[in-house]
């Protein structure tokens, strides 16, 4: 049996625990210890401005200033070649191109999960005909390690001097990893994030200016607003969404109803119980309303396999797992947490961003999910609430009962599952539904 809970605000009956989405891959490293005691040192000496590293718009207006400064940099310290996979490249190979310093150490976590967004950025622009360089300045304490980590690369990297690192990393104000920094102006800066704007917009995030950062969150605005549902849960050659059973479902076929966007992984317990919950309210609906309620599952799960079980035990829809999508819903919506229900009516606008707490809380019955339902529920509960006495004395217990809000609990005289009011006892774990009180006379 599940104890009850105290009394509370009929406005919000429960809610339903959540679990934080896993963090994410950039938080700040521990750098090497005396590396960054002199860097602090040499700032508080010279009152240095922490270096900017810009961000512009798709035009491309960015304008790269820096790059032969940097050449002039290599020069005056005597580094006459780069290293690459295929080994030694001359510094002058860096001229006329968009040149990106990249900061980062092998023994460092966020710096390894990182690197794959990187690369993946860094051969679309390359694709894409943009002339870009990435050259990875190393924090590693040996050169094993930086071996190691430029394993996993495929730009160029200035070759291991602890020293020659040292003052490249003070030379920019680097106090943190990983770090990128574009040599352009108008550069979003690393306190500003740009490493978790690369992992949010991977490619689309060039040239790294602010302006283009402030047009792609207007994008993401735009499709929040707007719910274009093929805009919104398509991608680039895929209109359709995946059933249980792996069959191709058009995204045509949504439009027109109530969305439900469930953000959730197997590897969550607090997804798990409310996956119960969402399937009772699923199927209830289903049998009483027919086709206008559907759900779309967007999944947080760390791989393929763990995916194909949480979809095929579900009776809804999903986005694929390996389409970024999923990825860029996370961001639009902003979920911190899961698992969240994000609803969409019928007519594509964001009805609520809590769906997980409307379910929870009454089941089906919240339908259409609209404010001004939940408001008739929670007056309808009220209205219970007040026609029932604040205590009670039952023939079937020995203690007074008193009235109380729970999230769920067992009667303990029908042995059946209940919620919201119940008669409770403070001196036992023991809850009595309203309608099987007896009372003594």
Same mark, same amino acid.
């Given at each position: 049996?599940?104890?009850?809970?105290s009394q509370r605000p009929v406005s919000s009956p429960f809610v339903l625990e959540t679990q934080p989405l896993p963090p994410s891959s950039h938080p700040l490293a521990d750098p090497l210890q005396l590396q960054l005691q002199d860097i602090k040192k040499a700032k508080q000496k010279r009152g240095h401005l922490f270096y900017r590293a810009p961000m512009a718009g798709l035009n491309f207006e960015a304008t790269y200033t820096d790059n032969h400064d940097i050449l002039k940099i290599f020069?005056?310290?005597?580094?006459?070649?780069?290293?690459?996979?295929? $080994?030694?490249?001359?510094v002058s190979e860096c001229s006329g191109k968009v040149i990106c310093l990249f900061f980062s150490a092998n023994w460092c976590r966020p710096c390894r999960a990182f690197t794959p967004h990187l690369l993946e950025l860094y051969e679309t622009l390359r694709k894409r005909g943009i002339n870009i360089e990435i050259i990875f300045i190393s924090f590693d304490r040996d050169e094993d390690g930086f071996k190691e980590h430029f394993k996993s690369m495929t730009w160029l990297a200035v070759p291991f001097d602890v020293n020659l690192h040292r003052r490249l990393i003070d030379r920019y104000r680097v106090d943190r990893i990983p770090s990128f920094v574009p040599l352009c102006s108008d550069a979003i800066t690393v306190k500003e994030d740009l490493i978790g704007c690369i992992e949010d917009y991977g490619a689309d995030a060039f040239p790294f200016t602010r302006k283009r950062h402030e047009e792609l969150k207007a994008m993401d605005e735009r499709k929040r607003e707007e719910a274009n549902l093929e805009?919104?849960? $398509?991608?680039?050659?895929?209109?359709?969404?995946i059933s249980g059973?792996?069959?191709?479902?058009?995204?045509?076929?949504?439009?027109?109803?109530?969305?439900g966007l469930y953000f959730c992984a197997?590897?969550?317990p607090p997804c798990c119980a409310f996956t119960v919950q969402l399937t009772d309210a699923y199927n209830e609906l289903k049998a009483a309303k027919g086709d206008?309620?559907?759900?779309v599952l967007i999944s947080t799960d760390r791989d393929l396999v763990e995916f194909n079980i949480n979809k095929s035990s579900m009776p809804w829809l999903a986005v694929p797992y390996e389409d970024r999508t999923r990825h860029d819903l996370r961001r639009i919506f902003d979920i911190k947490g899961i698992p969240a229900l994000v609803l969409i009516g019928p007519d594509g606008?964001?009805?609520?961003?809590?769906?997980k707490f409307m379910v929870s809380s009454y089941g089906a019955e919240a339908f259409p999910f609209t404010e001004s339902r939940i408001r008739d529920l929670e007056a309808a509960l009220r209205k219970e609430g007040e026609a029932l006495p604040q205590q009670?004395?039952?023939v079937k217990h020995e203690h007074v009962l008193k009235l109380d809000m729970a999230k769920a609990y067992v009667c303990d005289s029908c042995r059946k599952q209940g919620k919201f009011w119940t008669f409770s006892c403070d001196v036992c774990d023991y809850d009595l539904h309203p309608s099987c009180l007896e009372k003594a006379n």
């Open positions: 049996m599940i104890s009850s809970l020069e005056a310290e005597g580094v006459e070649f780069l290293l690459s996979s295929e $080994g030694k490249v001359p805009e919104l849960l $398509g991608h680039e050659g895929r209109d359709f969404l059973d792996d069959r191709k479902v058009p995204i045509c076929e949504v439009i027109g109803k109530t969305i197997y590897w969550s206008c309620f559907e759900i606008k964001v009805i609520s961003g809590n769906g009670a004395e039952d």
